[in-house]
């Protein structure tokens, strides 16, 4: 019963392509239609691409007839804006960025043209990727298309929002601390960050360079498989790229979960803060896995109540060093009134960086600076290697952890941007799969009363995808929670 080619997942959009049933011009078009028609509402994009990319899509349709079509030929993506993109704007939803054109194509950029996707348009996000509700952007504020009052999560909010919006077929954002799994729970789509080093980070402007990871997102679990299939594997331009095989994540599609053990810690369904109804839906989404054949198991993960603390001494002491290189000098926004080279400093980073950025580099700073570095930084990393046993024990017990993805539907917009410590406290489930550097997945699972989507979070152990994939396609199988669309 769909009735528009932007409403089609990759996977049929894939299969209508290979036969000649729709060419990818009319999907391209289809999408550029639909971005003319609700962008106004939703604000997801920074730059829309239309005329490059129509002519990829007449290649694409080209490379087709000449029976060539790969799983992502043709199919429109839409790319978070902290991805450099040759010859395109990339601003990472920075004044600084405003005007930065990068003169290469990050590593996943080139593999999605290597399949002959159609990049779209590149997508609103939090400044250099520090938020959870897109409000810290530069340039606008992101809207949720299943209420336009509520945020649409962060940081890659226009990621998640534009394709729950129909404004794509799939998407590619990061995530330091669930930057990608956040905002797919709280719209409604499937998200994942692959495990630390599966994806080449060649490209993407650094925030957490420890914790930083690209990750796509899809209207279904296939759809999700097909993207990483795409930009996973080794990359020699980024040092921490594992060369590891990467297996046929669509062969892991089985919907078979019978004898998986489902691990449950202890220490979320405890945890402050979190909404009865995500905690009624995501206790309905592990009973729905048991009936079809998994085991549930109780774990721990002692040092969980850590995380969020651990979490914001790591990511902005990488940040304080990562963002220094934006001076004024070598390239992006210079101050108009530079003084002498202090005050050009200052003047620069002070209007060119947001509040919430201003904030974390000077936390970082602060952590790093001399006397503090072993209090602060030093005694992070100890406790991170903590979090990291807490899984290696955890996974010794079960196949994959299941939780929350966030502890509550998306609230509205402006309701938390003066609070800086409950805005942090968003990523409570999410933070832990970062610090471990382990593989994780949020999938539709169920909606809050006034009609928002909740999210369930998978999480397996390194290299591991294939088995998040695995349960999620099991429970969207046994499921509708991922058919409903936003009535924008």
Not at 54 to 82: H, M, W, Y
Not at 114 to 119: D, F, T
Not at 189 to 208: D, E, H, W
Not at 271 to 299: C, F, H, N, T, Y
């Amino acid at each position: 019963d769909i009735v528009e080619l932007y409403e089609l997942t990759i996977a049929e959009a894939h299969g209508l392509l290979k036969t000649g049933k729709i060419s990818s011009r009319a999907l391209t078009r289809s999408v550029l239609d639909r971005i003319a028609a609700v962008e106004p509402k939703v604000d997801a994009f920074l730059t829309i691409l239309e005329k490059s990319a129509l002519e990829e899509a007449d290649a694409a349709d080209r490379a087709v007839a000449a029976g060539a079509c790969r799983p992502l030929t043709g199919i429109p993506l839409g790319i978070k804006d902290v991805v450099c993109t040759r010859g395109v704007r990339t601003t990472c939803g920075s004044r600084i960025l405003e005007n930065f054109v990068p003169p290469y194509d990050a590593f996943v950029i080139k593999r999605l043209k290597e399949q002959g996707a159609v990049i779209v348009g590149k997508l609103n996000m939090d400044e250099f990727a520090m938020g959870s509700s897109t409000e810290n952007s530069g340039f606008k504020v992101t809207r949720n298309p299943w209420d336009t009052t509520c945020i649409p999560g962060g940081s890659s909010g226009g990621s998640a929002a534009a394709l729950a919006a129909g404004m794509c077929l799939g998407a590619l954002g990061s995530d330091t601390g669930g930057s990608v799994r956040q905002p797919a729970s709280h719209c409604g789509v499937v998200g994942v960050k692959p495990t630390y080093g599966r994806v080449s980070r060649f490209g993407l402007i650094a925030y957490a360079s420890s914790l930083d990871q690209i990750g796509p997102f899809g209207r279904s679990v296939a759809d999700a498989a097909l993207l990483l299939q795409a930009i996973a594997g080794h990359d020699p331009a980024d040092s921490t790229c594992v060369p590891v095989a990467v297996p046929d994540y669509t062969a892991a599609l089985s919907g078979n979960v019978k004898g998986l053990r489902i691990g449950i810690p202890r220490e979320y369904s405890a945890s402050q803060g979190l909404d009865p109804e995500v905690g009624a839906a995501v206790e309905a989404a592990v009973k729905r896995l048991e009936s079809l054949g998994a085991e549930r198991v109780e774990i721990t993960l002692p040092h969980t109540r850590y995380a969020v603390a651990v979490y914001y001494v790591i990511a902005p002491c990488e940040a304080s060093s990562n963002l220094a290189r934006f001076d004024g000098v070598k390239y992006g926004l210079r101050s108009a009134e530079p003084g002498d080279l202090m005050q050009m400093y200052r003047r620069t980073r002070s209007q060119g960086f947001g509040a919430e950025v201003r904030r974390r580099i000077i936390i970082g700073t602060y952590c790093l600076s001399a006397g503090y570095y072993d209090a602060y930084y030093g005694k992070a990393s100890q406790v991170r290697t903590l979090i990291v046993e807490d899984f290696k024990k955890a996974f010794e017990a079960c196949d994959v952890i299941a939780c929350p993805t966030a502890p509550t539907p998306a609230f509205r917009i402006g309701e938390k941007l003066d609070d800086p410590l409950t805005m942090y406290l968003s990523d409570i489930f999410t933070i832990s799969a970062n610090m471990a550097g382990i593989p994780a997945l949020s999938l539709p699972c169920g909606f809050s009363g006034s009609g928002l989507p909740i999210g369930l979070q998978l999480m397996g152990t390194h290299f591991n995808e294939e088995m998040l994939f695995r349960v999620a396609n099991a429970f969207e199988q046994a499921t509708e929670f991922h058919t409903r669309r936003p009535a924008l």
